[in-house]
């Protein structure tokens, strides 16, 4: 059974030989690849190349896009610098006010070398492995690109003194993201992942108000396009997971700061699945065997059997090998 097989069924509640094994690696690809970092966001053969080959050595069923959140920022201006082997940082180009975010124009993907990078990896990997691995690429949400645009601080006091420009400004975020998403789908992706990270630092009321439906309306855009939607927002979501949920992606990524999948089990529907959620520092990083296949069980219990075996976040860089295969054990070792 393939990546891509397994995957797929699973979601549509087929027969599988085990839960899918989706963990997500950046920074600890590229280290077990020999990859520098900034190669591993700018280049694709060097990011594809490195994401193959784990997904082949520690029997990952997904490669993917991931790397940084700040393709769709430096199309929109956003100045970015990529150290030689850490993470990239924003060095300027931030929206001035609100009200410069609310005149903010739609980019073209295939005219900034960010996006097009994207696509080119998601062509390599077609090229690749075909039909081998689930193919994952990647938008921001919302929130999380608005907050890129003006900065967390900002961000936040426009969230709550100028809602307006927020809005037409998120709208203009999501009509990007979907034109970005359609090209994406066309080049090979089976499934669109869209990060939305800062929503669980704004609460449930703000969440509701500027991300719920524009995350639906992507989500609604990425099924529109034949491909599946996987909706990733860091941190505690617990108060927000319901809407989540009811954007209707087809995975619902959950942090490891979620107390519990087990309150949520019940509000997926037919063609919906979790994705979490064991803490990468304490147990993949740092845990016993016992402790690594404990969780990867419980969760996959408290899920009511409907979860994708994945850390709670990024696998550290400094995970060990020897821990990466004890946590594709525990997900290949389910009792289904």
């Given amino acids: 059974m393939t990546g891509l097989q397994r995957t797929i069924e699973f979601i549509n509640g087929g027969n599988v030989d085990h839960p899918p ?14 990859v520098r970092y900034r190669d591993f966001c700018t280049v694709p053969e060097a990011k594809c190349g490195a994401m193959i080959r784990c997904a082949r050595d520690f029997g990952i069923d997904w490669v993917t896009v991931m790397s940084d959140p700040w393709a769709e920022a430096s199309a929109f201006g956003i100045e970015v610098h990529y150290p030689d082997d850490s993470l990239p940082v924003d060095t300027g180009g931030h929206l001035p006010d609100a009200a410069g975010a609310a005149a903010l124009k739609r ?17 390599e990997f077609k090229k690749k492995v075909g039909d081998e691995f689930f193919i994952v690429g990647w938008v921001e949400g919302p929130v999380a690109e608005y907050v890129d645009l003006r900065g967390a601080s900002n961000a ?3 969230f709550l003194m100028e809602p307006d420009p927020v809005e037409k400004a998120m709208d203009i975020i999501v009509d990007s993201a979907m034109e970005f998403i359609s090209v994406q789908v066309r080049s090979g992706a089976h ?7 800062f929503c669980s630092q704004i609460g449930p009321e ?33 108060s927000i997971l319901p ?41 993949i990083q740092s845990g ?5 296949s404990r969780s990867v069980n419980t969760d996959f219990i408290d899920s009511g059997r409907r979860c994708i075996v994945s850390a709670g976040c990024e696998i550290t860089p400094e995970t060990t090998v020897e821990k990466m295969k004890l946590f594709n054990a525990a997900a290949c070792g389910i009792n289904l």
């Fill in 21 to 34: 094994f989706h963990p997500i690696i950046m920074r600890w690809a590229a280290k077990y690849a020999g």
């Fill in 107 to 123: 980019y073209d993907p295939l005219q900034n070398k960010r996006c097009l990078n994207r696509i080119n990896e998601i062509i």
């Fill in 156 to 158: 936040s006091l426009d």
């Fill in 191 to 197: 499934c669109i992942g869209v990060g939305d990270a």
């Fill in 206 to 238: 703000l969440y509701y108000k500027f991300a719920f439906e524009r995350q639906k309306r992507i989500v609604d855009h990425i099924h529109h396009e034949g491909a599946l939607a996987k909706l990733h927002i860091c941190g505690n979501t617990a």
């Fill in 243 to 283: 809407g989540m949920i009811r954007t209707g992606a087809d995975i619902i990524d959950i942090d490891h700061l979620v107390p519990s999948i087990s309150d949520f089990a019940g509000m997926i529907g037919p063609g919906q699945v979790f994705s979490g959620k064991s803490d990468p520092v304490t147990i």
């Fill in 288 to 292: 016993s065997p016992e402790e690594i």
